[in-house]
Structures are given as C-alpha cells and as structure tokens.
C-alpha cells in the first residue's frame, strides 16, 4: 500500500470550509462572464450538424458525443474540441446512451432536457427556472439566473477532473467500462464522508465497494479534493493542510490542456494536452499522461475478500512502464473471454477436467515472477519442485501451483485471482495446460499482400522444392563444411590420451556397454539429425539421471584425435542457453555423445503445432538464443560456428530455458566435400546466401539463420512451408518485410493478443531480424550488436529491404 505523502502546509492562511467555498463561487462566476449564452428554447439534435455548443474559446464542446464509429449511439458530454483525440471529460448518460434524433434542450421552464428519438425524456438538469445555460471555457457547463448558479456539471464529475474543479466529501469519480465503453467501471475515487480519499476496487453491476488499493488517511480530517486553476492537485484537511495527491510537477494550465482522470484500469492519471502557439518544449501534440497514483495498481490491488483484482478472472496483470497502462493476460492454455472487455477475465482453452482425469494429458508450464495469491486450497512444505509439479498434475482440480523459496508448494483452483507478474514476485507458477488441445495462439494465416506474391512465386518453390527433398537438403548441408575459419585451437595439448577421464573438463568418458544399457538397447529415439539418431537413456549410477545419447554415424573416421579433440572443445563450453555435454563413447566403430537430458524437447513443438508458447516466453527464447550463440562466437576458449541454426535445434529446458544444441558438430563432418551448387540462387530456408555462393564462410551464416529463426519465433509460423502442395503459403521473411514496410506489422502477429498488446517490442524484434537476414553478410549485425539491440542497449535503425529481387517499382 502506498503510504500517505507528507503533509504540505500553506503557510500563512489557514483556510476554512467556508472560504474556500466562497473563494471557488466567485472564481467560477467572474470567469463566467465571456460565455456564449444558450436561451430558452435552444434545441440541439443527435447526429445533425446542430449536436453541439462550443465554449467561447472553442475549447470545449457541449452536447451529443457519438460512442461509436458508425455515430449510432450519442452520449450528452462535455468533450475537449481542440485536442486531437478529443477527450470527454463528463457525461450524463454514460449507461443509457440515445439513438439519432434524440434532442436536448433548454426548455421554456428553464432546465435541460434530454428526449430520446420516441420523444421520451430519459434525463433533465437543473431545478428549473433557468434563464441561461452556458458552456464555460473551463470545461463546467451551468445554468443561470440573474447571475446567480443553479446547476453546475463540476458538481456532478463522472471519471474526469479539470482544472478549477474539487471533489467534495461524499462525491466520488468512477472510471468507464473500457477505453470504447462509456458505462460504469469497475473502479472508484472516493472523497468518504469519514474524511478518506480512496480509490477502490468495486463489484460489478451492483457496485459495492471491496478494500482500497489507495488512499489517503486524515482521522476525520479531510475536506475536499482540488484541481486548482494553477494545475495543482491536493487533498485539502479542515485545518488547512494541503496533502499532495500525486508528486508530479505542476504544469501551467496557461500553456497546457489538462485533465486528471480514473481511467478504465482503475489507475487515476494526470494528463496534459500543449496548447498551439505556446512554448511547451518537448511535448508532442497528445494527451500525455505525466503522473498517476498509485504507483502500480498490480502490485498494490488486492483485495482477499472477493473480487478479480486488477484484471479478471484467471489472468495476471503485468505493469507497463511509467504512465502507460496495465497490462492484463492470460496465462499459457488460456483466453480472453472477450478480448475487447479484458476485465471478464481468461477462460482455459481445454475443457472441465475432473471426469476421467489422466494426469498424461497435462503438462506444467513455468512463469516466473508469477503468482495468484488467494487461490489456494493446499499448502505442503519442505518439498521440491518436482513433489509440487507431481502434487497438481495428479490433482484434477489444481489449475496452478505456486513454488516458492525451493521448499513451499501451493495449490490453486480455478478462478484465480489477482494474478500478477513482476520482479517483486520471487516465486514461480506453475501453470497446469491440455497436452493435446492447447491453442492459446494460432498461428497467422495470413491476408498475403498480393502484389508481391505473384513475384516471389518461383522462389517459394524453388525453396519448397529444395526442402521438401529432405535428402538433397541433407547432403547440402553435410557436404559444407568449414575449415579455414577455425585457426590452431589454443591450448590443446599433444600429449593428450584420448581414453582418460578428461575429468578436468568435466566430461566423462562411457563405454559402449554402458550406454547401450542406459539406453535400454536404444530403444526410444528422441530424434533423428544430420548427424545420426538421439536416444533417451537414463545413467542409474547417478542419482536416476535422464541423458540424451547422440549416436553419430556421419563422420569422418580417419582421424580419432580430431574427434577427441574437438569433443573436447565441445566439453568446454558451459553457458546457461547451451546443452551441456556430459560425456562421450570412442570405441572401435562407436562414436557417442552424451547429453543432459530436456523434458520439454526441442522448441519446434511449442512454435507450429497445437502448444504455442507466450510472446514473453518466446521474448525470453529469442534472447537466450542469441546469448548462446554469441558464446559460441565470442566468448568460449575456441570460438564454434553453429552452421545449423534451427528451432529443431533448440531444446527448451524444464523452466522454458532455451538450450542451443548440437554445437561444434559440424567439423567432425567430412573435411573434403566442394561445394557443387554455387549456381543455386534465392533459396531459403535458414541457410545463407552464401552457402550456395562461392563466399567465405563466416559467424554470419548462423546470424542469417538466427535472423531467419527469430522471425519464426515471434510469428510462430514456418519460413517455408514445406508440403509442396502448399505454394500458397508466402516465404515468411519476405512475406514480413512487406507487412512491416506496409506498417502492417500487427499482421505477423494478429492472433497473439500478448503479442498485440506489445507492437513496439515486436516492431523492434522484427527490425533486429531483418537486419540479420540482409543478402549481403557485412551487412548483418555480429551476435554481439544482436544482444545489444536485443537488450535496447542500442539503437535499432531502419532495415533495409532483405529481398535479393529488389523490386523494379
Ligand atoms: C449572458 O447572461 C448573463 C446573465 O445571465 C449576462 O450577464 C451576460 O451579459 C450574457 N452574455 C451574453 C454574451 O449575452
Ligand atoms: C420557479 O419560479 C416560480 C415563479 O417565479 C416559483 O414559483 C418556483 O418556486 C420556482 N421554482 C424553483 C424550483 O425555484
Ligand atoms: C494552487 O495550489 C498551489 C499549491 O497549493 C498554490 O501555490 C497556487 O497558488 C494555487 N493556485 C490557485 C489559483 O489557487
Ligand atoms: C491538520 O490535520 C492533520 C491530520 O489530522 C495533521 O497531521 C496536521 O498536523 C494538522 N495541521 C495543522 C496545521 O493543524
Ligand atoms: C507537493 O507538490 C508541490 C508541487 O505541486 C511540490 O512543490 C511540493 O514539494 C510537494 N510537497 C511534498 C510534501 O512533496
Ligand atoms: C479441446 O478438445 C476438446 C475435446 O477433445 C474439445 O471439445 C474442445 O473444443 C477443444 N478445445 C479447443 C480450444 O480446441
């Protein structure tokens, strides 16, 4: 809970109620002096050019405010005019908005009256006997008689203050449904009657307060909330003291549009508009939003009694930076309800559970830094992950277990609520998905920009052509090999004996009994590569280790000290986003590699089939990938160049770590392979250009096929499709760079609400792919610049287009 701010005292006057009141009365009606006024009988009608009343200035407009593109539906608001977007800033019908053709009118008896288009009053203002109404430059909206207010809107605030305006005790601001929802909200800014100033969670529809997740404590002392005409914001006590509300700065209201506002996420926000012709520095021409109380709603909601919390049912709520609005999502295996309306919360996109239940069907997926605090239903202690993975994955009714401190386990049944993600969170969720059906995402099937795919036609089967021969593929690839790159290896010893331990690195040395018994014969094979068949094997001599042995039956036999030594390199590496090597077998025809083991296999099962992973989960793939293999380039003893980059080729590891396999493997392949195929041109798959050019070799092929790679990952689509019969499928690369250069870009991702609701971070991440798949190798940024463009270290700059067909218009 954010605490009170301190006091601030207004030196030498103390105010009291009374003056206070007497000093705004006559504020508002000296500045009400350069109106326009409406008489009686005025009349303006919805949805005719005749909707509104302008303020003296043109600032403000009063009248019918359409709630919808098509003007169908109007609400009577008061609204900025000259802003750009306009903004509303009161309503009177915010839950019953009127058709076309209602009118409101200044009646002969002095009030305003709105008729629906049936001619039916459905509201009214004022006590009557109003001679004029009038729209004041200030945003109020009065009427009058003989000088004197009868009835004011700033009396009557809906979610918006202005400057000039006060919220007294027993009045309260409540935000709207949704930004396109005018009606009530779920959240409230109460000045109560005891003297607080909250803001509170409610219930809807009925609208009942739940605890607050703000506020500001007086002992009965508090009096009235101010937006002063200088643009400051304070809680005003009884004995004059003025506590701060928000610890912005004060911005002119001379060169400024302001507004504070409890916007639909329950956050109340100061915003501030530059006005034309005024020195306003840096502001761009928007409603800029400049502080906001509290400091972050996810954190500080949380109401234990009853209630979602920030976000619905079943989601979690990730802060945005600074001002900008909350974040609610779904976890992995589930939707938004109604995505428009987030509040109604995410509903899992397998069915009920509990009749029939098998635990096989079900997986664990890990989010750190996640929790739902109040739905539990089972507490175990001293147990590890595993016991608490196993706990919920038996029980039918554990929808998420929370793993806490290595040794607190809960367990949690649906719905969640008050879910939130952050790094004040140090513990880990997680959460129970369908095996078979979980379709949180679905891939884009996407509208094609049809201009350019009639030219990429011949390319995309070229390249479907080319893949789908598997063999052809193949020998492509096992035929390239590098050689000149690599230089002597530092630190390899001559004296070295191929049999001994090699325990210095770690790495030991099996025999082949040894793991054709872990392998229980090789009996279940994980995979099948270039390099030969990958087995699951469990070494019971450890403590039940679960390792992956990879058979390799594609090398070079000749020599046997290049393959100890270059297993030895392998052996050497150890970064948190490689697999690590365990050990090896030499013996007689017998070449082995041995593995630690990952569960949840290689990330082409959670990018193209029915398991899509969450854009943050891939966020946090795409980096792990590229922090691996600038280790590979950079950072380890002898530097390896993948030449295989591909999501077969990253494992993800129990916690979704992404784990870069089958390094270093590419020199134990045949050394005197020529490369036959320089005339293919234009064909793409992860493999660079230059491949089929007779061009160096460099790190730069695995910055392609990482360029390649990253753009799979964020649209969760293939590069090529690779059924031959599927040429309707445009190249995805190219087929994303027309999108982005269109500004389309919300079309690689357009079923991914996660992804949506992070366009800036998915821009960048396509500017980054984009420059490591440009044609020409000097082009492409090393790992290096990739991290730190990754990072937002450095600036991302414009691509250029990465088509070898530059287009001739
Ligand atoms: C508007 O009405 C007020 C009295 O209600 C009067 O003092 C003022 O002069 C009028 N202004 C105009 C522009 O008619
Ligand atoms: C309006 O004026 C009439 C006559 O001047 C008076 O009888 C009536 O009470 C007034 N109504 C209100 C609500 O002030
Ligand atoms: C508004 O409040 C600030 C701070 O309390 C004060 O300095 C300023 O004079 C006030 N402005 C008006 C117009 O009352
Ligand atoms: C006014 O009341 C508040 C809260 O009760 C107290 O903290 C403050 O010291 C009082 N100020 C004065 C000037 O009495
Ligand atoms: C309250 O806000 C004003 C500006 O509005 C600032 O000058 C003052 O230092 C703040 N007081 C406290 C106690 O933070
Ligand atoms: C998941 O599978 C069940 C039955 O197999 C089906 O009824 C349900 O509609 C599927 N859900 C989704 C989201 O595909």
């Not at 017998?590 to 949840?600: G, K, Q, S, W």
């Not at 993800?652 to 490369?675: E, H, M, P, W, Y």
């Amino acid at each position: 809970m954010a605490s009170p701010p301190s006091p601030y005292l207004l030196p030498s006057l103390i105010l009291t109620r009374t003056f206070l009141l007497v000093l705004l009365l006559t504020q508002t009606i000296s500045s009400a002096q350069s109106y326009s006024n409406i008489t009686q009988g005025t009349t303006l009608t919805a949805g005719s050019s005749t909707g509104s009343w302008l303020s003296p200035s043109g600032d403000f407009a009063f009248g019918f405010y359409p709630t919808d593109a098509q003007a169908s539906l109007f609400l009577v608001a008061i609204w900025f005019e000259s802003t750009s977007p306009k903004a509303v800033v009161w309503s009177a019908n915010r839950d019953a908005p009127v058709r076309s053709g209602s009118t409101l009118q200044l009646t002969s008896d002095g009030r305003l009256s709105l008729k629906d288009d049936g001619g039916n009053e459905v509201w009214s203002a004022g006590p009557a006997n109003a001679s004029t109404a009038a729209v004041l430059d200030s945003g109020n909206v009065v009427l009058t008689a003989s000088g004197g207010i009868l009835w004011q809107s700033f009396d009557l605030p809906t979610d918006t203050l202005l400057p000039g305006q006060v919220l007294g005790l027993g009045s309260d601001l409540r935000s709207q449904l949704t930004d396109s929802d005018f009606s009530d909200g779920r959240f409230e800014l109460a000045a109560q009657t005891s003297g607080e100033l909250q803001l509170l969670p409610l219930a809807i529809p009925s609208g009942n307060q739940y605890d607050p997740y703000w506020s500001i404590d007086t002992t009965d002392s508090g009096f009235q909330l101010v937006y002063n005409e200088s643009g400051s914001i304070y809680f005003a006590l009884t004995n004059g003291t003025l506590l701060n509300v928000t610890m912005a700065s004060v911005y002119s209201t001379e060169d400024f549009f302001q507004r504070t506002r409890l916007d639909p996420d329950g956050v109340f926000r100061q915003y501030i508009y530059p006005k034309s012709g005024r020195a306003t520095g840096s502001w761009s021409r928007k409603w800029n939003a400049v502080a906001k109380v509290p400091a972050d709603i996810c954190q500080d909601l949380q109401s234990d009694g009853a209630g979602s919390g920030t976000c619905g049912f079943n989601s979690y709520c990730r802060s945005g930076g600074d001002q900008s609005e909350v974040n609610c999502l779904c976890p992995p295996g589930y939707s938004f309800i109604d995505p428009e309306r987030k509040y109604k919360g995410c509903d899992q996109d397998f069915p009920p559970i509990c009749k029939q239940y098998d635990p096989a069907q079900f997986n664990l997926i890990p989010i750190n830094n996640a929790d739902w605090p109040f739905s539990d239903y089972e507490h175990y202690t001293n147990v590890n992950e595993d016991q608490c993975r196993q706990y919920c994955l038996e029980d039918c009714l554990c929808a998420v277990a929370i793993f806490w401190d290595r040794k607190e386990c809960w367990k949690k049944k649906l719905p969640l609520s008050n879910g939130k993600l952050g790094s004040y969170i140090d513990r880990t969720a997680l959460i129970k998905v369908s095996k078979t059906n979980y379709t949180s995402l679905l891939p884009p099937s996407g509208p094609v920009i049809s201009v350019v795919k009639k030219e990429r036609k011949t390319l995309i089967q070229i390249g479907a052509v080319l893949l789908g021969c598997s063999g052809f593929f193949n020998v492509i690839f096992i035929a390239l090999i590098i050689a000149k790159i690599f230089g002597s290896p530092r630190g390899r010893s001559t004296t070295f004996q191929p049999q001994t331990s090699m325990s210095e690195f770690n790495i030991r040395v099996f025999s082949y009994k040894e793991l054709e018994e872990a392998t229980d014969g090789f009996k279940e094979e994980l995979g099948r590569g270039a390099f030969g068949s990958v087995y699951k094997g469990v070494l019971s001599s450890y403590i039940s280790t679960n390792i992956a042995v990879k058979k390799l039956d594609r090398l070079l036999r000749e020599n046997e000290k290049e393959f100890i030594n270059e297993v030895r390199s392998i052996g050497q590496t150890h970064h948190k986003n490689l697999v690590r090597l365990i050990g090896y077998c030499n013996e007689g025809t017998h070449r082995l590699l041995v593995y630690e083991y990952m569960r949840n296999g290689s990330l082409i099962g959670f990018l193209f089939g029915n398991i899509k992973l969450h854009w943050q989960q891939r966020v946090q793939i795409i980096f792990g990938i590229a922090r691996g293999l600038l280790y590979l380039h950079d950072e380890c003893s002898t530097p390896i160049i993948h030449c295989d980059i591909k999501p077969q080729n990253v494992l993800l590891d129990d916690n979704f770590v992404a784990r870069i396999s089958d390094f270093g493997l590419a020199k134990l392949l045949r050394a005197d392979q020529t490369r036959t195929n320089t005339g293919i041109r234009g064909t793409r798959g992860y493999v660079a250009p230059e491949w089929f050019k007779s061009m160096a070799i460099t790190k730069k092929v695995d910055v392609y096929s990482f360029g390649v790679m990253m753009l799979e990952i964020i649209c969760c689509r293939k590069n090529l499709e690779t059924e031959i019969g599927e040429e309707e499928e445009p190249v995805l690369i190219y087929w994303a760079y027309d999108c982005f250069k269109d500004g389309m870009a919300d079309l690689l991702v357009q079923h991914d609400k996660d992804a949506l609701a992070d366009m800036e971070e998915v821009e960048r991440f396509v500017k980054i792919a984009f420059w490591c798949i440009q044609e020409d190798p000097s082009l492409r940024p090393s790992m290096q610049k990739v991290t730190q463009m990754l990072e937002g270290a450095v600036e991302v700059s414009l691509p250029p287009d990465p088509s070898p067909f530059l287009t001739t218009n």
